[in-house]
């Protein structure tokens, strides 16, 4: 039987009874009212790499999974969770109204840890609106934006990690370069030119080890990826799922299955295969003509990240501003003002005119 995310709780502070949030860089939910702190517990024990194979049989049975109170943005797609009393039912994308009756209960894949938030929204507006002060151009309503307490969101984005011993069978051939001398005709003469050659050998052998964290984005959707830029998180810092993290911030579900983002991690996992064979073929080049990869005791874990969105429209088109939560590296697209840059122009031809009149 599924049970009801704790997170659906509301958390009232003892004092003044008012809601309390969860504070970034600490441990603790605190009241913006009264002042009051409460602790959040830490878990004894550490979170739990879950086996993948057995639990890709029994998924379908709802194991492992609650039950959780979703908003669907019927602009841009994305499912979030909310606290009941978060005052801003707009989507964290695209700025969309959400609106409460179309809350929807769904089972998801329990997280087994998160990283907090390490930065709070008053420091996330300070790096944006820094940004936002150096780029030349910007309209004027990105700038006024950038100052609009409303505009930055903390999202919770969900991620796929998968651990597994990898092992690979290889063939292939290593390249030696080396040099040979060549004379060539040239204008000022006969002279001598060195040309790179590579000389090859066969190399066969296996590879393996244990890869660590395998990151898939569990939301991953084209029009809102998260930029590469920003998604870099410390995973030494996670700590143990508590819904605690989550009070005042925006929680996103997972919109790529389990068995999707296995199948997407066995790419990287590949990836990393034929680094590792490169290496063990060696030489100045190689070519790798077979590999046969195998993945033993693999395990996986559903996990939230951090970041903070800010959206923009201009002329027609949305743009998405992302500061990651625990880093505070931010990463966006930025409109331009046509009409600033049309003054502009306009004023460095009037002054070419102005120094061509006086020269006369």
Known sequence: MEKTLNSEVNKSCANCGAEL?????????????????????????????????????????????????????????????????????????????????DIEK??????????????????ARSIFKKWVGQIWFAPNNLKRAALDPESMRGLYIPYWTFDANMFADYQGKRGDYYYETQRIRTKNGMQNRQVRKTRWSSATGTVNGFVDDILINASEKKRREIPGKIAYWNLKELV???????????????????????????????EIAYSWIRRDIGGDTQRINHADIKLTDETFKHILLPVYISSYRFNGKEFLFYINGQTGVLSGTRPYSFWKIFFLVLFILVIIALIAIFAQ
């Open 21 to 101: 949030k969860f504070k970034p860089g600490s441990h603790q939910l605190t009241c913006e009212y009264c002042g009051y702190e409460e602790f959040i517990e830490q878990a004894k024990s550490s979170f739990e790499e879950l086996e993948l194979e057995h639990y890709l049989k029994v998924v379908g049975e709802n194991a492992y999974t609650e039950t959780i109170d979703l908003l669907h943005c019927k602009n841009c797609g994305a499912n979030q969770h909310v606290e009941e009393n978060y005052k801003s039912l707009q989507c964290v994308y695209c700025g969309e109204p959400l609106i409460r009756e």
């Open 240 to 270: 143990v799922f508590n819904s605690k993290y989550l009070a005042g911030f925006v929680t996103e579900k997972y919109t790529i299955s389990l068995k999707e983002g296995h199948h997407q991690s066995f790419q990287k996992a590949k």
């Open 106 to 123: 769904e089972g998801w894949i329990l997280p087994g840890a998160l990283v907090p938030f390490q930065l709070d929204t008053k420091k």
